[in-house]
């Protein structure tokens, strides 16, 4: 018999959550606590159903929720149940394929069992702690320095009033003062982890030898290498990588009298997109690979954003080679590839 799917449609209280298999189709379960606690209620509702059903294993399928699935994903790797947590547009492009239009809690969860046993998503794993705790701290980064930003220019758009004064002002520069204290802190905390796990400061130095990775971009590209190793079993590729990333070509023709400019997938986190695309700007603008293998693609008639865009890509095909090979880049290996592709 196949497995059991089970899609969770996942908030911050309860758990909607929806069962099925090929023989029997797809049935509302009912609705649980999201609370660790009380987890073994659900357990002992799927272990009665996967024996009324005759099944063999539990396949667990939720979408992430900002950190409020991983109670319950953890939870499911104890209990020996596979657990995938797709990239919540994948999902949706699904639903849209199948003419699901409805959007409630229960019908979200019907969708992700559906999806589930259409698709088999790959299985997931949690990051190891030392990688996952400094994934929280990058976080908490780019969450300070948006607030930051956000108060810096409240600040500017009213000295450019000249309403800046009373006790607006004297918020806004209490607010600027504890979040400017709260980002030097994190920093310091960052720096510190990577200074208690060597091994990842290593890695960390290995990808700064990549062409476009510098000191403001590599723990990020360090994280997002971690999660694609994990989620390929360490057996993945330099194209894998990018699809990932979202970085992967998508053609646009219809028929024989439409053929669109190709674009990128946009299917993965549009926060690595955008730091590959910054260290790429950087990348083609010094004397390495990268700056080699942009102007090769401009001057062969590509427009300089298409080609800043796969700069990004080769960025992410070589820092993933060194990240599997656990050695610094060599130039001059990149660059006689690229000349016998050129």
């Known amino acids: 018999m196949a497995n059991l799917t089970v899609g969770i449609d996942v908030s911050q209280d309860t758990l909607d959550v929806s069962v099925g298999a090929p023989e029997t189709g797809v049935r509302f379960l009912g609705t649980f606590a999201n609370d660790p606690e009380r987890f073994d209620e659900l357990a002992a509702a799927l272990r009665q159903e996967l024996e009324a059903r005759g099944s063999t294993a539990i396949h667990l399928v939720m979408e992430p929720t900002g950190g409020y699935e991983l109670p319950l994903a953890r939870f499911a790797l104890k209990q020996n149940w596979q657990v995938s947590l797709p990239n919540p547009r994948q999902v949706h492009d699904w639903a849209k394929g ?8 229960r019908q ?7 999806y589930g046993m259409s698709t088999n998503p790959p299985t997931w794993q949690p990051l190891p702690e030392a ?18 930003r956000q108060e810096l220019n409240r600040r500017h758009a009213l000295e450019a009033q000249r309403a800046y004064q009373g006790p607006v002002a004297k918020s806004i520069d209490q607010a600027i003062t504890w979040l400017e204290n709260a980002l ?15 091994d990842l400061k290593q890695e960390a130095q290995r990808l700064r030898t ?16 971690h999660r694609y190793a994990v989620l390929s079993n360490n057996q993945g590729t330099g194209k894998g ?3 990932q990333a979202g970085l992967d ?16 997938s946009r299917q993965g986190d549009k926060r690595i997109r955008s730091t590959l695309f910054m260290g790429a700007f950087g990348g083609v603008h010094g004397n390495n690979p990268l700056r080699a293998f942009y102007q090769n693609l401009v001057q062969r008639g590509k427009l300089k954003r298409v080609a800043l865009v796969a700069a990004a890509r080769k960025l992410l095909v070589w820092a993933w080679a060194v990240f599997q090979s656990q050695g610094e880049f060599d130039p001059q290996r990149a660059q006689a590839r690229h000349v016998a592709t050129a």
């Open 249 to 264: 070509p998508v053609h646009r023709q219809s028929g024989t009298s439409l053929h669109k400019r190709s674009l990128i």
């Open 131 to 148: 990688v996952a705790e400094l994934d929280a701290l990058l976080e908490r980064r780019v969450d300070l320095k948006s607030m930051l």
């Open 241 to 243: 990588a990018t699809a």
């Open 184 to 198: 030097a802190e994190i920093e310091k905390a960052i720096r510190q982890h990577m200074d208690d796990h060597p």
């Open 108 to 114: 979200d969860s019907m969708m992700l069992t559906g």
């Open 210 to 225: 990549v062409p476009g990775v510098g000191e403001r971009n590599v723990l990020d590209i360090l994280v997002f290498l």
């Open 98 to 105: 199948q003419g699901r239009r409805s959007k409630t809690d």
